[in-house]
């Protein structure tokens, strides 16, 4: 095909690219360390304490794996991968404020607020990728990057250091809104559920409209497009 | 052109590279200084544990004390990791319900001194409720009688020089705790645990008590502590057995 027929759009701006692999890999490394830090005691308790012998909220069908090779290091790296993840999402969410990019490209415009065109945008994806979705994000993905990014995360970090006795001896308002300890750390492992369903539509998402040309937009920052016949 | 700008790329690069690493350093030395680097800030994870220990130590530094809770909190099962050593001297010690076993405090010190069991139970004491959470998931609530460690510090005189305390078990498992957290009301020798002498396999006859830390900071079987200025100079130099075990040294966390 001729270049002529291609025709490139510029998508990502480099402090979105970069953040994104960066995020990218933290939140790889986090999931990893986190299953191994959760394999250690898979049950998880509602309240302040529990423990083997007292009744638990869910048994997770997962093994027990006590081998200090995996438990000790799995800590090790779940802490700095949340420190990368904590600069790496202050550089974006300042870079965001200053270029506008939360209000310009995430906010969702007040005329897609409403059912019908929340519903075009599902029924779009199965007609192939949409034309007006090309330069900027749809309906449904500020919705859920929006979500994910000022609810969720945050709501990570939150329930993460609710879990640690030496910041609730700071402030322990921090453990005692979520119910506990083991509160804390069930409403973690829900969060982080939500995460990975997050992180699933997501790849679901880059297979249905072009895994190669998405990443290619994500690293280099253009998008090609095939022009239409007219 | 192009060879003149990348020359001049590299040369920023290199010169953002050298000042970043002389920044990195700069500021470890200042943490050092005001007792905000962990002992166990190098390898490939060093940088997470250095973070995570200098923040939370200057969070802490308003002298915070961890959640205590009441009598009806305390928890029916108060499970057990590592039962106690099957080895000598301990098995002997433990038959003869610890009369014969010494607390010896040495180190940085004015006056070295060896305690008996009785000598602790005479010491001022606290009870304190609270809970110990395992880094493995599980946590469980209970009362904890001892001596405050701030206590024996100042009877044996620590210097002021010192930055460490360092714990000896019977096992193998040594570690240490900063002199903030050795001089925090909270921290404990603790020899009873729910109204009772502490079991064989909750740490008897004395274990440390720090509920502002994670259970494995809280050792048990005590035989002696050493007040020191470094922690290079111990073993690995990581502060404890437990970055050895792949375990960060501060258990804040």
Not at chain 1, 163 to 184: C, D, N, Y
Not at chain 1, 186 to 201: D, E, K, Q, R, S
Request: with cysteine.
């Amino acid at each position: 095909m001729p270049d002529s027929e291609i025709r490139y759009v510029q998508r990502h701006s480099a402090i979105v690219r970069v953040t994104h692999w960066i995020n990218a890999a933290g939140f790889l490394a986090l999931v990893v360390s986190g299953i191994a830090i959760l394999l250690a005691y898979p049950r998880l308790h509602w309240g302040e304490t529990g423990s083997l012998g007292t009744p638990s909220l869910v048994d997770l069908p997962l093994p027990f794996v006590l081998e200090l090779g995996i438990r000790g290091p799995g800590r090790y790296l779940h802490f700095l991968a949340a420190w990368v993840l904590l600069f790496n999402g202050s550089v974006y969410l300042i870079a965001g404020l200053y270029t506008r990019h939360f209000r310009n490209e995430l906010l969702p415009r007040r005329s897609d607020l409403a059912l019908r065109p929340m519903l075009k945008v599902i029924v779009n994806h199965f007609q192939g990728a949409p034309e007006d979705e090309i330069e900027s994000y749809n309906v449904l993905q500020r919705f859920f990057y929006l979500g994910v990014m000022f609810v969720l995360i945050p709501f990570m970090f939150v329930s993460g250091l609710a879990m640690s006795p030496a910041v609730t001896s700071v402030i322990p308002a921090l453990v005692e809104m979520l119910g506990g300890h083991q509160s804390a750390r069930t409403l973690h492992f829900v969060a982080a559920n939500l995460l990975l369903l997050f992180f699933l539509v997501h790849m679901t998402m880059l297979f249905l409209t072009g895994f190669n040309s998405r990443c290619r937009a994500m690293i280099t920052g253009y998008l090609a497009l095939r022009k239409k016949a007219r | 052109m192009s060879a003149i700008l990348s020359r001049r790329k590299f040369i920023t690069a290199s010169l953002a590279t050298a000042t970043g690493v002389a920044g990195v350093s700069v500021a470890a030395r200042i943490a050092d200084g005001y007792g905000l680097l962990a002992p166990d800030h190098g390898g490939i994870f060093g940088a997470g544990e250095a973070l995570t220990y200098g923040a939370q130590r200057l969070l802490m530094s308003v002298h915070s004390r961890a959640r205590e809770f009441g009598r009806g909190d305390i928890s029916r099962v108060s499970p057990v990791n590592h039962a106690h050593p099957r080895f000598d001297p301990y098995e002997r010690l433990l038959y003869n319900k610890f009369a014969d076993w010494r607390f010896y405090v040495d180190g940085l010190v004015e006056r070295p001194a060896a305690f008996s069991l009785d000598d602790l139970k005479r010491m001022p004491s606290r009870t304190q409720i609270t809970q110990l959470i395992c880094e493995e998931g599980w946590s469980f609530i209970a009362a904890w009688t001892g001596v405050p460690l701030s206590h024996i510090l100042q009877l044996v005189g620590a210097h002021p020089s010192a930055k460490w305390v360092l714990f000896y078990p019977f096992d193998d498992f040594w570690g240490s705790i900063d002199m903030p957290e050795a001089l925090h009301p909270q921290t404990l020798l603790a020899y009873g645990m729910n109204g009772e002498d502490l079991s064989a396999d909750h740490g008897a006859p004395v274990r440390l008590r720090i509920p502002r830390q994670l259970g494995y900071k809280n050792l048990k079987f005590l035989a002696r502590i050493s007040v020191t200025d470094r922690l290079d100079n111990v073993g690995d130099g990581n502060g404890s057995a437990a970055p050895g075990l792949g375990y960060s040294w501060y258990g804040g966390i």
